[in-house]
Every structure is written in C-alpha cells, then in structure tokens.
C-alpha cells in the first residue's frame, strides 16, 4: 500500500513529520474529569450546495485508560469523522475534545501535531504503510518521529505481533493481515495514551480479522491505553467492554 499524495490519511503522517519546536499544552480547567478522553457537545458539519449538512449533533463520549469501546453506525453516519475530530486530524465546528485534560480545540497546529505523535496512536483500514520502508523502519517510524523509540519495547512488540522473520521485507511483499498488524504495532510503538483504528479488520477475512483484534486487544491490556474501535461487525463490538451507536448524528448506548 502506497500513499496517495493528497489523501486526507496522509495528513496525519505528513503533520507528524513537522519537525517544529515543541509546543506546550495547556491544560484544562480544574473541573475537568480524570477521564483519559471526553467529548462533550461535539458539533460538525459540512458544507454542501444546498447548504451545510450536520453530521455529528451534540455527541458526548468518554473513555478511561484501559478501556475499550466500538463506536458502530451506519455508512456515512459519521464514524469517521468522529475518529478523526478525536485524532486531531480536523476540527469540529464546535464542543470541546479533552485528551489527557488537554483541549485540543485550543492548541497551535504544532501542538496538534505533538499531541498525535506523542499521545494517539491511529489504525486505519487502508493499512497505511510507507512502501519504501521495511518491516522494521515502518514499526519504528512514529516512535521515531516523537523521540520514544525504545528499542526493549520495539523487540516484544514485534514479537508479539509474529512479525521477527518479516522485520527486511517491504509492505508490498506482505499479505493484508501482515501488514496490519504492522500498522498496530507501529500505532503502538509510541505506548500511545489513546488507541484509535477505523475499521482495522475491513479489509480482512474473518479468520485474519479476528486474530488481528485478538492481538491488538492484548495489547492494548499490557500497555494501559484507551481503545476506540470503529466496526460495522457486532460480532466484533461484542469484544469490547462497552458498545455506542453512532445515529442521527448522536450516541446512544448500542
């Protein structure tokens, strides 16, 4: 898999690559609640001929270090864009998006972009590996980038994920669910605060699927992180500790 030069996906790794002074992040007020991530009155629209077209309406969300919940819904309700507003990889129109008590509405564009290199890890469908690295560089390439490559961490993470006899090859020479399980382990490599994956077994059979997300959910227990999972598959959803439903632009206890 390739990127594709003026894909939206590719933003994230391109803001990523900004090699910008770091940014302070500020906090938020005292009230806010110790929840790792809180979303509150999310509102975001886009604009269409006949005018703007709402998509998310007043969502509320929040999720605990440790926890994980699948976010489902039908096509074009919204799922990925929320993913994305959490990622901060766009904007919302307005409500608030608290990471670790930060607001991320408030930060600088370089902040944004320490933010999702030192605190989110993302999984997307596509894969979304760099063709000309190997294995190896791929894994290491946003643990890298934010200063937190640890090479101890980096060797059981491979490990872990059965990829030590693949760390020389390149992307195009691995099979689908290879190369997502590089994307996890390259998602988790930083230790992310936040683990965020769009649909991440999509592109799977059911089979490579289901080990994938079994991976990743051991993971995702050792390493402490929240865990937000976008899936049309209920039978997956059920995996996780708590389901919503995406509907009409709000979220409703699935």
Not at 2 to 19: E, M
Not at 27 to 45: G, H
Not at 59 to 80: D, F, I, Q, R, Y
Request: overall charge neutral.
């Amino acid at each position: 898999m390739t990127f594709v030069a003026n894909s939206p996906r590719l933003s994230f790794v391109k803001g990523s690559c900004v090699n910008a002074p770091s940014a302070s992040l500020a906090p938020a007020p005292e009230t806010a609640s110790p929840a790792l991530l809180r979303v509150i009155n999310l509102q975001k629209s886009y604009a269409t001929p006949q005018g703007p077209l709402p998509v998310l309406s007043g969502v509320n969300l929040s999720l605990a270090a440790g926890e994980t919940l699948a976010l489902m819904g039908e096509s074009g309700s919204g799922k990925s864009t929320l993913l994305h507003l959490i990622g901060a990889l766009d904007h919302a129109d307005g409500g608030d998006i608290l990471i670790d008590d930060v607001e991320t509405a408030r930060l600088s564009e370089n902040a944004r972009a320490s933010l999702r290199r030192e605190k989110i890890g993302v999984v997307f469908q596509q894969f979304n590996l760099i063709a000309s690295l190997t294995v190896a560089e791929n894994l290491a390439f946003q643990a890298r980038l934010a200063g937190r490559y640890d090479p101890t961490w980096q060797a059981r993470l491979t490990e872990r994920l059965g990829l030590t006899p693949l760390l020389a090859r390149y992307p195009e020479q691995l099979s689908g669910g290879q190369q997502q399980r590089v994307a996890v382990g390259r998602a988790l490599a930083v230790r992310p605060r936040l683990l965020l994956a769009d649909e991440p077994t999509g592109n799977l059979d059911e089979t490579t699927g289901d080990a994938v997300l079994a991976l990743t959910l051991d993971l995702v227990r050792e390493t402490g992180c929240g865990f937000l999972m976008v899936t049309h598959s209920a039978r997956l959803a059920a995996r996780l500790s708590r389901q919503v439903v995406l509907e009409a632009g709000t979220l409703a206890a699935a």
